[in-house]
């Protein structure tokens, strides 16, 4: 299974950007799928995810500004990221779990940089 991460890039503070997580296979077989993040020098750390079922989960800090959501028929996730802030800079990542098998699924990382 490979996920295929795009969309990062450079943007201002306040600005919008829209990351897509492709996977190889249909996303029906994730249990789950969502985004992680790194800045430098922290830990990577949830910033949102989606269930097989639909149900999303949010980190406090993208309440309200990041939206994640799917297209079944592309396979495809995407990550709507709306209010910029330069806390937001990092490098995000896909990632899936198949619970039947062993591991996580992640996908390269995609920069996202927010000048202020």
């Known amino acids: 299974v490979q996920l295929q991460a795009s969309g990062g890039g450079l943007v201002q503070a306040g600005g919008s950007l829209s990351l897509s997580c492709a996977a190889s296979?249909?996303?029906?077989?994730?249990?789950?799928m969502g985004w992680y993040r790194q800045a430098p020098g922290k830990q990577r750390e949830l910033v949102a995810r989606i269930s097989s079922g639909g149900s999303t989960n949010y980190a406090d800090s993208v309440k309200g500004r990041f939206t994640i959501y799917r297209d079944n028929a592309k396979n495809t996730v995407y990550l709507q990221m709306n209010s910029l802030e330069s806390e937001d800079t990092a490098v995000y990542y896909c990632?899936?779990?198949?619970?039947?098998?062993?591991?996580?699924?992640w996908g390269q990382g995609t920069q996202v940089t927010v000048s202020s």
């Open positions: 990632w899936g779990i198949i619970t039947t098998e062993p591991g996580n699924y």
């Open positions: 296979r249909t996303i029906f077989s994730f249990n789950a």
